[in-house]
Each structure stands twice: as structure tokens, then as C-alpha cells.
């Protein structure tokens, strides 16, 4: 796969300096086009590289524009996939957590599984119906944000960068499990996500969001072809269920999935 690559050496100083922001909560300059990946194969091979330089241990993957709506809208050409790391990794319906780790984040809700086996690599994809028996329920916050800005980048360019960044990922909450989740219909199943005293966030309703199962099976065959394995315990997320909200420092997240319980976060 080096081989392949335009420049190996200005895409691992990429990753270096992404890495880094990651580590240090901050962002790095505005990318030069000639740093930018010019293919989805250089942006996961910055993304791998990033997560070297992490030096984390991994809990899950998350995936995002995991419907063909969001991706039409946003410019994805793919679903948008990223590391979710074990130090800034947190189970349990309320947490107290620091503002100086998620500086200039959002807020979004997700829909999340846990694996209760090993998933390895095989030839032929894995499908939904065969995941299901494998996996429970959580509802999730992820807290969202990019080590990188680029105002000027066509779509083609920033959805690239998302990439490489770590899919714009910082942290995930996962709630408790849930065992009956089959029957949910997810694609309109409306969730009440609230900073503060701001109102509700839109829901992403519809074709605007994926079937969850679904989107585990594409991220699952995904990571097959990069030749990544996934692991008992494991967190799955697959992607924004409602629109992404701004916090600061003592702000309250409240998020509640109805049947499907209910997530509290106070920064502070």
C-alpha cells in the first residue's frame, strides 16, 4: 500500500501533526494542498499512521454518513469510519467530564452496538441478520471534533481530511445496554438532545439516517478489506441521529432515546 501512495513522507508528517493535535486537544494549521490525501487509500493510511502516533488502546470504531441521503448532502463518496479510543471511552447513563478534553466540540446522539464475540476476517461479508445475535444496544453521545480546518477545500477534499483526521472523532458515552432493540424503527425513532436550556435538536429522520444493524455490517466488511478484525467488546457506533450541538465549560447534555434510555453529561 506505501508503494501506492503519492508522497509517504508528507502524508506521515501529516499524521504526526494531526496525532499530536489529538493528544494535545488543539488543531494544526491549515493544510497545504499538496499535505491533503488525494484518495480514500492515503487518508485511511493517515489514519492508521495518526493512530500510531496516539499510541491508544482502541474500544471500537465509529462510522459516519452512513446513509446514502447524508453522504449525497455532504459530499462523501463512502461512509466515513474512525478509532474510538479506550482513555476517552465512557460507559455508564451519567458523567462528569473534563472541558479541557473536548475544547470546541459537539454533542451528537448515535445509535451504538457492543460486540459479545469476536468478528474475524473471512472472504465472503458479513450480513445484518447474522450480527444481530451478536451484539447488544447502547445509546451513545459522541463528542465530535476536527484537528483541522479547511475552509477553502472542495468537498471532495474535506471529506478526505475527515478521514485521515480520525472520522472528526474525539469521544464517545455509551448508555446502558439495552437486549430488546429489534424491533425499534430506527429510522424514526426520535430522540430529545438538549444543551442547557437551547432547544431540541432536529432529528435526523428517514432516509437521513441508516438502519443500524446495517450500518455495522458495511463498517465490519469495510474494515475486512483493510484487513482490521474486530473484538468481543468492541463498540460499534453508526453515525449522527440528530443534528451535532455546541457545549462549553458547564454546560449539561441531556439526551433521551425514550425506550431506549438516556445519557447526561456535565462538563466541567
Not at 8 to 34: H, M
Not at 143 to 149: A, E, K, P, S, V
Not at 174 to 197: A, C, P, T
Not at 250 to 268: N, T, W, Y
Amino acid at each position: 500500500m506505501v508503494n501506492a501512495l503519492s508522497n509517504p513522507e508528507k502524508l506521515k508528517n501529516l499524521a504526526l501533526k494531526l496525532g499530536n493535535a489529538w493528544l494535545q486537544c488543539n488543531q494544526i494549521p491549515t493544510p497545504g494542498l499538496d499535505e491533503i490525501p488525494i484518495s480514500r487509500s492515503e487518508a485511511y493510511f493517515v489514519q492508521d499512521q495518526m493512530a500510531e502516533v496516539i499510541g491508544d488502546s482502541v474500544s471500537g470504531w465509529k462510522v459516519g454518513a452512513t446513509s446514502a441521503k447524508m453522504r449525497e448532502l455532504d459530499g462523501h463518496d463512502d461512509v466515513i469510519p474512525g478509532r474510538i479510543f479506550e482513555s476517552v471511552t465512557f460507559l455508564g447513563a451519567k458523567q462528569n467530564l473534563p472541558i479541557s478534553r473536548f475544547m470546541d466540540a459537539r454533542a451528537e446522539t448515535e445509535f451504538a452496538f457492543r460486540l459479545l464475540e469476536d468478528i474475524p476476517l473471512r472472504e465472503t461479508h458479513w450480513n445484518a441478520q447474522e450480527l444481530k445475535e451478536k451484539v447488544v444496544f447502547h445509546p451513545a453521545v459522541e463528542l465530535i471534533g476536527n484537528r483541522h480546518q479547511l475552509p477553502e477545500g472542495t468537498k471532495s477534499q474535506k471529506s478526505l481530511m475527515t478521514i485521515a483526521d480520525n472520522g472528526g472523532g474525539i469521544g464517545f458515552v455509551f448508555g446502558e445496554e439495552i437486549q430488546e432493540w429489534q424491533s425499534v424503527d430506527f429510522q424514526h425513532h426520535l430522540i430529545d438532545l438538549r444543551v442547557d436550556d437551547q432547544p431540541s435538536a432536529d432529528n435526523f429522520l428517514g432516509e437521513m439516517r441508516c438502519i443500524p444493524i446495517e450500518a455495522l455490517a458495511d463498517l465490519i466488511n469495510h474494515l475486512g478489506e483493510r484487513g482490521i478484525s474486530l473484538n468481543a467488546g468492541n463498540f460499534i457506533s453508526t453515525g449522527a441521529a440528530t443534528v451535532p450541538q455546541p457545549f462549553s465549560k458547564g454546560s449539561k447534555v441531556s439526551a433521551d432515546f425514550g425506550v431506549l434510555g438516556r445519557i447526561e453529561l456535565q462538563f466541567s
